[in-house]
Every structure is written in structure tokens, then in C-alpha cells.
């Protein structure tokens, strides 16, 4: 039986909610077009440096980006 992957962050969500894409992310924050990929699909998890800056270059509220736990 899969294990089902845990989902942390709406990254993708929020990137489609603005018509952006991960690569547009990337090239704004000058980051690798891989490690934002992975945060997309929840992989790997930004720290929270990169999660502020994420919610800026979006112009969200970083709570935005997160998946609710309650």
C-alpha cells in the first residue's frame, strides 16, 4: 500500500491562485528552478527565511502558504 506524502505548504496552490509559475518563483528569488520544484510538491520544506520571502515576492501573508492544522 503508497504511503501517502505529507502536505505542509500551499506553494503550488498559491503560485496557481496568481497564474505564476514555480519558474517564475525561482528566477524572482534567485533560486534553483529544482529546490522550488520540490517545494511545490512538498519534498522538501522552505526554511523560514525563504517562506517570508516566498509570501513577499507573491504578496500574501505568509499564514497563506501554510496548511492548517486546526
Same mark, same amino acid.
Given at each position: 500500500?503508497?504511503?501517502?506524502?505529507? #502536505?505542509?505548504?500551499?506553494?503550488?496552490?498559491?503560485? *496557481?491562485? @496568481?497564474?505564476? =509559475?514555480? #519558474?517564475? %518563483?525561482a528566477?524572482? %528569488?534567485?533560486?534553483? @528552478? !529544482? !529546490?522550488?520544484?520540490?517545494?511545490? =510538491?512538498? /519534498? #522538501?520544506?522552505?526554511?523560514?527565511? !525563504?517562506?517570508?520571502? #516566498? *509570501?513577499? !515576492?507573491?504578496?500574501? /501573508?505568509?499564514?497563506?502558504?501554510?496548511?492548517? =492544522?486546526?
Amino acid at each position: 500500500m503508497p504511503v501517502k506524502k505529507k #502536505i505542509y505548504n500551499r506553494i503550488k496552490s498559491v503560485l *496557481a491562485e @496568481k497564474n505564476k =509559475t514555480n #519558474i517564475w %518563483l525561482a528566477d524572482q %528569488l534567485g533560486m534553483n @528552478k !529544482t !529546490t522550488i520544484s520540490k517545494y511545490c =510538491t512538498n /519534498d #522538501i520544506q522552505p526554511s523560514m527565511e !525563504t517562506l517570508f520571502a #516566498i *509570501a513577499e !515576492t507573491l504578496d500574501v /501573508d505568509v499564514r497563506e502558504l501554510l496548511v492548517k =492544522t486546526k
